[in-house]
């Protein structure tokens, strides 16, 4: 039974358990009705579709992520003598090409591929079996199991908080474990590529030419790996599109909070905000197609040489983008401020200017600056504008109407193309990465480090 229909079952089993699990305790309650019961008839029924569904789902999920790992053993136990590996890298080229053979998307080469292919669909089919059986039948044993329990002093509304609770409590675990899981995986290839590379030329250097030879025997460069023209580029972008955000999101702010009517705020804040909802796709098009060729023409006719990408052009689309982030978050700062200390203001003979430069901007500084701190984090990780607007050199330089690349950029270009794994240049992705973590991971720190200590408690 395929997973989609196997999960669909699953559901079907726990609605019809809590249906039950619902008459058998009214069942039991009589014609005393519900108030003879601990707890309300649906919370046994409740009760009975989740102990239906949870043991069943968990293991689902346990075949389906076991399931690959296990058929690749048996693959590889049962290999046709004709078929040989060496190494981790041949194994693995020779199981996908096995596993594509299987699934129809390309043909054997051999007929020991075939029947390599044949024996791992044949295993697939009786996985697949015995798993529908298990499941469905650990689905419907705990559902009787749940159904058999109910009566009259059974808590079963403290039974279904405290499942609820722990499902709770395993998804805020699997945020954070996620998160763990991206910092160790890129922690470990990082460690792989520092090896390789000094971590001081890399945080230090002033080249970047990451190509490398593909293999032994071929003649081709050791690779530059110095990212500080990465970091540069991806500072002077971010800069540049801050310089566009910060002004027109923060001066929009206030006008919707203290000058704009009621109506005129409803319609211009949305409007504000579906900026942030466009697909940077877009904002690259955008990009590439109109602001770029604006600056290099305005660049040319004033004497300057402008390149057709430039970090000026890639950074003020991206301040476009990122306007609504500091607009919002501004707004809602500045709403926060007690109404009281508008109205004490006035009534000490403040006009409205000098209330918002002296009363509600302090007062909602810190809130603000998280806001814009986050907003730069925001920057620092966009992609695409840079791909489509500002180009791929890694160039060292500080003028803005030059081509310059990010980090971001860089990461994806070395991921890409026919470059061995564990090589020094798709290495390389992994540090880039883990600067790029530890950046915004302190961005992050920094703000919400402003935003506890500097804000203002209020009644």
């Known amino acids: 039974m395929e997973a989609t229909a196997l999960l669909s079952a699953l559901i079907l089993f726990g609605a019809v358990s809590y249906f039950l699990g619902l008459a058998r305790a009214r069942k039991v309650a009589g014609g005393e009705g519900s108030a003879s019961l601990h707890s309300l008839p649906r919370y046994y029924g409740s009760m009975v579709a989740l102990w239906c569904l949870i043991p069943a789902l968990v293991l689902l999920m346990g075949w389906q992520l076991g399931e690959r790992s296990i058929m690749h053993g048996l693959v590889l136990q049962n290999l046709p003598a004709d078929l040989s590996y060496e190494g981790s890298g041949e194994q693995r080229l020779l199981l996908s090409t096995i596993e594509n053979i299987a699934n129809g998307s390309m043909q054997a080469s051999s007929p020991a591929e075939q029947l390599a292919a044949e024996f791992l669909q044949q295993k697939r089919e009786q996985s697949r079996g015995l798993r529908g ?53 890129v922690l470990f290839e990082s460690a792989r590529f520092f090896q390789s590379v000094s971590i001081l030329d890399f945080l230090t250097g002033l080249k970047w030419s990451p190509q490398t030879a593909i293999r032994a025997d071929q003649i081709g460069s050791s690779g530059s790996f110095g990212a500080i023209p990465l970091f540069v580029g991806t500072l002077q972008i971010s800069f540049v599109a801050m310089c566009v955000a910060v002004p027109i999101g923060l001066y929009s702010a206030i006008y919707l909070s203290e000058y704009a009517s009621a109506r005129l705020r409803s319609l211009a804040k949305p409007l504000i905000e ?44 991206m301040g476009i983008m990122i306007i609504p982030f500091v607009s919002s978050l501004s707004d809602d700062v500045i709403n926060a401020v007690p109404q009281s200390l508008r109205d004490g203001s006035y009534g000490l003979g403040a006009t409205r200017s000098e209330t918002i430069k002296k009363v509600i901007f302090p007062a909602a500084l810190p809130g603000i600056v998280g806001g814009v701190l986050l907003a730069v984090s925001r920057a620092i990780g966009e992609t695409m504008i840079v791909v489509m607007a500002a180009g791929l050199a890694a160039n060292l330089t500080m003028n803005p109407l030059e081509s310059v690349t990010t980090v971001t950029v860089q990461i994806v270009t070395l991921l890409v193309g026919d470059q061995e794994f564990d090589s020094p240049k798709t290495l390389a992705a ?12 302190v961005l992050n720190a920094i703000a919400l480090w402003v935003v506890n200590k500097y804000r203002e408690q209020y009644d």
């Open 133 to 185: 059986v298990l499941v469905l039948s650990l689905a419907l044993l705990g559902a009787a199991a749940a159904w058999a329990q109910i009566r009259r002093d059974k808590r079963a509304r403290n039974h279904v908080e405290t499942i609820l609770q722990g499902m709770l409590i395993a998804c805020s675990l699997v945020a954070i474990l996620t998160t763990l899981g991206i910092l160790l995986s």
């Open 274 to 317: 579906i900026l942030a909802g466009i697909p940077t796709v877009v904002y690259g098009f955008f990009a590439a197609l109109t602001v770029a060729p604006a600056i290099r023409d305005w660049g040319q006719s004033v004497g300057l040489n402008t390149s057709s990408e430039s970090a000026l052009a890639a950074g003020a689309v």
């Open 430 to 441: 992994f540090a880039l990465g883990l600067v790029l973590f530890l950046v915004t991971l």
